[in-house]
């Protein structure tokens, strides 16, 4: 079982910038996707970003679409998501999450395609 340790979230000021970090454990060949999901209390868990380990496709929730960025380093087994301008609203424990069934990309953005999941990290964005 892939393991998935999340790094980098904190206290930040509304339209600041934050950079979450996501190493894998294991090597790239044993998952297909990565993705970011992130929730509040009450909510349902959201979904925020993805990324394909073998062509890098990207993938984005409405929400932070031209606000976020995804990234992969195949060398280090890890994966980025750059935050900009960031809002209250995104003020959410943020989870990396891993597919390591070869699915279709319908289940990229859905939770129940993922079968690994980090510990979670915080963030939060003060007004």
């Known amino acids: 079982q892939v393991q998935l340790v999340e790094s980098g979230g904190g206290l930040v000021q509304a339209g600041d910038s934050l950079r979450l970090s996501c190493a894998a454990s294991e090597r790239t060949f044993s998952t297909y996707v990565m993705g970011w999901f992130r929730q509040t209390p009450g909510k349902e868990r959201e979904f925020v970003a993805a990324i394909t380990w073998k062509d890098g496709s990207t993938y984005y929730g409405d929400s932070v679409k031209g606000r976020f960025t995804i990234s992969r380093d195949n060398a280090k087994n890890t994966v980025y998501l750059q935050m900009v301008g960031l809002k209250p609203e995104d003020t959410a424990v943020y989870y990396c999450?891993?597919?390591?069934?070869?699915?279709?990309?319908?289940?990229?953005?859905?939770?129940?395609?993922?079968?690994?999941w980090g510990q979670g990290t915080q963030v939060t964005v003060s007004s």
């Open positions: 999450a891993a597919q390591t069934t070869n699915l279709v990309s319908y289940y990229y953005t859905r939770r129940n395609g993922y079968d690994a």
